[in-house]
């Protein structure tokens, strides 16, 4: 069955350093997003994507996050100067008309 | 509009009993409500959803009924087993094309055996 990927699984980074999650979303999906959840809070929207370019986006998505779809496959998050607060569990998604489908989920921990 | 309540936000339950998680909604657009289980330290599944054109959708132990009038949807889960244990989000999406999610702050669920 096809499912969204993502690396990595866990990063480290210390406070001002840039960080790039990756996610391959499934493969014939049209719409992929980034979903934030701090540990033991509910999982929180942070950017759409759609047509190569951003549809929809949060109040938590900053000028510090960007997005990119570098490829036909991959498509990325960068915070540019990681925050203490950036520590979280980052959830890529995709879906073709409704149902989205999570990826494993990338840990960030920002020292 | 965009805000999803959720309750209770924990909930304890014997095993075999039901367990009934409700939420509610303002935003009069949105037309499609998953429920997704998440365990701890994994990512949140599916496990039902339901469309604003039909009012209850059952699948084995677990069912969804939507009031859309009263704006509310809930996830009733019946002869509960210890593997069960978990926290259950509810979620609406916005009505437009972007099928973005709203999530509920989420119920944690212990059955306790």
């Known amino acids: 069955e096809p499912e969204v990927t993502q690396t990595p699984s866990h990063q480290v980074t210390q406070m001002g350093q840039e960080v790039i999650l990756r996610c391959v979303p499934i493969?014939?999906?049209?719409?992929f997003y980034w979903y934030r959840q701090i540990l033991g809070q509910k999982v929180e929207f942070l950017v759409s994507?759609?047509?190569?370019?951003?549809?929809?986006k949060s109040e938590i998505f900053d000028d510090q996050f960007s997005v990119e779809r570098p490829d036909g496959s991959n498509f990325t998050l960068k915070i540019r100067s990681t925050k203490l607060e950036d520590s979280a569990m980052y959830f890529c998604?995709?879906?073709?008309?409704?149902?989205?489908?999570f990826g494993e989920g990338s840990r960030l921990t920002v020292l | 509009g965009e805000n999803v309540e959720q309750h209770p936000s924990t909930l304890s339950v014997q095993e075999g009993d039901s367990a009934v998680i409700k939420c509610t909604y303002s935003?009069?657009?949105?037309?499609?409500f998953p429920w997704y289980k998440q365990e701890l330290g994994k990512r949140p599944q599916l496990i039902i959803d339901?469309?604003?054109?039909?009012g209850e959708k059952k699948d084995q132990r677990i069912a969804v009924t939507l009031n859309k009038t009263a704006k509310h949807f809930s996830l009733h889960i019946t002869e509960t087993q210890p593997e069960d244990s978990a926290v259950y989000f509810c979620?609406?999406?916005?009505?437009?094309?972007?099928?973005?999610?709203?999530f509920g702050k989420g119920t944690l669920l212990t059955v306790n055996p």
């Open positions: 935003d009069s657009a949105s037309n499609y």
């Open positions: 339901i469309r604003s054109n039909v």
């Open positions: 979620a609406k999406n916005s009505g437009g094309s972007n099928y973005k999610l709203t």
């Open positions: 994507f759609y047509n190569n370019e951003i549809s929809e």
């Open positions: 998604a995709s879906t073709r008309e409704g149902e989205l489908f």
């Open positions: 493969s014939n999906h049209l719409y």
